[in-house]
């Protein structure tokens, strides 16, 4: 049974996630996690610039280590909790994972604010339309984004 304690639990794991991508040489501050059952699968922080792979965003390292976790190509009933709305890449690795929900932080409007840009596509979509086909759901976005104020206050 799913409890609302229980997705504020997850979900500050993956802003911890975040902060910790922040502060790590090569890390970037996102972070994500995939659950079943109310058990950690996989998490994953940013580490696209350490890594020099623009794919290795927190969504999908996390995703990647959820499947070979489970020795599967999808993730039905699981869910991922990510610190900031999922852009298109992620979003799309969202859709064949088969997630039964999805748990953002920040939003793709705040993300742009910070200066993460999205695609031009992602912001002409409908995100309505994109909420309800992947049922997801905005949670402490406050949280999430006093990682990013932090970051602007230590540069």
């Not at 339309?129 to 049922?135: D, G, I, M, Y």
């Amino acid at each position: 049974m799913e409890r609302e304690e229980n997705h504020i639990y997850f979900m500050q794991r993956a802003i911890a996630l975040a902060k910790k991508g922040a502060i790590t040489e090569g890390g970037g501050p996102f972070g994500a996690v995939v659950v079943k059952n109310n058990q950690i699968l996989a998490e994953a922080f940013n580490e696209v610039k350490g890594k020099g792979d623009c794919t290795q965003h927190a969504e999908l390292a996390a995703i990647q280590k959820a499947c070979a976790i489970m020795e599967c190509d999808a993730l039905e009933n699981c869910i991922l909790y990510t610190s900031c709305e999922p852009c298109m890449m992620c979003l799309g690795a969202s859709y064949w994972s088969g997630f039964k929900a999805i748990y953002y932080g920040a939003s793709a409007a705040d993300a742009k604010a910070f200066g993460y840009v999205y695609s031009d596509m992602y912001y002409s979509s409908d995100m309505e339309e994109r909420h309800s086909e992947f049922n997801m759901k905005q949670l402490l976005s406050e949280q999430a984004i006093k990682v990013w104020e932090s970051q602007l206050e230590t540069t």
